[in-house]
Every structure is written in structure tokens, then in C-alpha cells.
């Protein structure tokens, strides 16, 4: 189980803290593991924002079909989602600043994640196939991906391309 920063709630099978804020770490210093913050390039500060916080003191939501988490996903608004169960959607739209995370080992995804453009992503603990792409980011900076399961898509697992900046793939 896990805490939702700035909630007070619990969130089981999010492995640990969801920090809602997380400051800049300098490009000289040596940073910390924790399996909760996202590492690597991630972090580093470029197109006016500090650092990858995703959906970070956004609302906290649940989707457990296709339906609410393209519904939650979409537009702009910061969001921390988390994804039960096993769903399908197809392509479905990411917006800026959203943190998608699957609540238990079995949560899967048919279908594809798609952001373009979009910043401030953060996608983690999902099984995700069945899509063209697993993961699609074009014109995307600030995203990080990590503890994910991609595979059986038709074109590509991950593809982060035209003019994506700025992001960590890790444990994947």
C-alpha cells in the first residue's frame, strides 16, 4: 500500500509514496534512488517546467474501464489516475500533467497510450498491448515511464519521437 501525498488517503498496490511535489535535482549532483520519484533525465529542467511531477496535487481518481480513464486523461487538468482491473480503449488521448498508475500487478491495458503534444507525464505499473504502439509521444517533454509491461503491439512498443525531450524509461 501507498499514501497519496496531499489526500490523507491510501492507495493499495502503488508500492510506496505518490509525492505530489518533488524539487529539481541538479544535473551535478548525485541523486538518491527512490523507486517513487522519477530519475534520469526526467528530472532535468527545460520548457519552463522544474522537474516531472505528472499529475502531482492534482485530483485523485480511479478508472476501471477505457471509457473513464481517456474521460480523465484527456485535457489539461492535473490528475493522478489510478488504473484497476483489465481494461480496453483503443488509442487513448494523454494530456499534460497526468500521472497514470496501475493499482496491482494483474492491471493491463488493451490499446494504446498516445500523447502528442503533451508534458508532465508520468505512466507506471501497467501492462500495456494489443495497440499500434504500446506508448506513442511526439512532441512530448517531461515524461516518465516506468514499471511497465509492453508488448504484441504492431508497429512499435515505445516510440518517443519528433522533437521529445526530457524523459526516463525505466524498469521496463
Known sequence: GGTVAGTGGTVAGTGGLIADTCGPVAVTEMQEFDANVPTGWAVVPGYGI??????????????????????????ETPRIILVQGSLSGGEIKIGSNKTIIGVGADTSLRGMLNMNPSQNVIIRNLNISGGNDAIAARHTNHLWIDHLDVSSCSDGLIDITRESDIY???WT
Do not use: C, P
Open 50 to 75: 522544474e522537474t516531472t511531477t505528472g499529475g502531482g496535487g492534482g485530483e485523485v481518481v480511479t478508472a476501471s474501464s477505457g471509457g473513464e480513464l481517456g474521460g480523465y486523461a484527456g485535457d
Open 168 to 170: 526516463t524509461i525505466s
